[in-house]
């Protein structure tokens, strides 16, 4: 358990988040996500139709006496985690209706920078039993830097790998945590709102590095923690619950590090830059030499220069892979292909080899 301004990643400190965290150095820690109470202002049991109890979320520190200590409660943690958040790190919050519209609101008094509201789809949500209201079916993730001009973390290739090839999209659609994920005490939830794995992979892997530190200050029981520590990242959590505490502590002590999760993800506006006409220097591509799409139903000459020439117009490989589909933009390297050993080959190929020539 670390000491007063003193770090010791991977582990579980009990407590006060806010005390928690103004015991941390400054500038210590590389993500911070936070999944606080959601102030649900329930009034009374909620039942099912056939009258039996649900399971909901009536804990005591889910209950605030007004919006206005929800408020100063929100501003307090904030502002003890952007104390404690490094100047290229950035903050993920969780929260629903009813409370992430007064957090943004803070993050955004804070001097926080947001990049993205991201929509959690639930694609087995709890229903409406009432039936006096749509069903809600999903929760917001707010993601924010720092500050406006921070060179924060953004894995974009490993998102797009997760995403099948596609950019991932800022809505995204996973199950609530069911099944034998959902840990149990007594035959009872251990936890109210447990949030999936599936979930938290998704935010640890796409802004942070092998070796980062991620801190939890609403921890439960643990998701934060086991995800990153599969994922090859430092962690700390705060949980002022014991109990809580003990399952999570117990909960990651099984968990190993996922084969290849230390390895350095690549981010390609991190890579040397090639242009298309070293290509043409190197010989790996020809003056004169005609470019196709993969379906050859586009073609393009090759200019000793390294402008490309269709029927119509002369540019760069984005400039006419545009101009032949009529499209306002176009990704060149990977539109355009060569011929070799009668297949065709994209033209990226070529230049992951200059680029590993440079390196």
Known sequence: ???????????????????????????????????????????????????????????DWDKFQDFAAYDRFTLEWLTAARRVLK??????????YHNVFRVGARIQDLGFWILNDVVWRK???????????FTNAHETLIWAAK????????????????????????????????????LKRDG?????????????????????????????????TGTTGAVAKRLGRRWIGI??????????????ARITAADGATVQLDARRDEPRVPFGSLVERGLVRA???????????????RADGMVISADAKGSIHQIGASVQGTPACNGWTFWHVERQSRLVVIDVLRQKVRAELA
């Open 1 to 59: 358990m670390g000491g007063t301004n003193s770090i010791a990643p991977d582990a579980i400190l009990v407590g006060d988040c806010v005390d928690r965290m103004n015991r941390l150095p400054a500038g210590s820690v590389d993500l911070v996500f936070a999944d606080p109470p959601y102030n649900l202002q329930l009034a009374g049991d909620l039942r099912r139709p056939d009258h039996s109890s649900v399971d909901g979320v009536d804990d």
């Open 288 to 302: 004169g030499e005609v470019l196709f799409d993969q379906t050859r139903r586009w073609t393009a000459k090759v």
């Open 147 to 182: 500050r406006r001009d921070a060179r924060y973390t953004f894995n974009y290739e490993a998102m797009k790998a997760l995403n099948e090839g596609l950019q991932m999209r800022s809505d995204w659609s996973l199950p609530i945590c069911t099944g034998a994920e959902r």
């Open 188 to 220: 009872r939830k251990a936890h109210p709102t447990q949030k999936p794995e599936a979930l938290l992979h998704r935010v640890i892997l796409s802004a942070t590095r092998p070796g980062d530190i991620v801190l939890d200050p609403f921890f439960g």
């Open 87 to 96: 100047e290229d790190g950035t903050i993920w919050v969780i929260g629903s």
């Open 123 to 133: 694609t087995n949500p709890m229903p409406n039993f009432r039936g006096r209201r």
């Open 239 to 252: 949980e002022r619950d014991a109990d809580y505490a003990a399952i999570a502590e117990e909960r990651i």
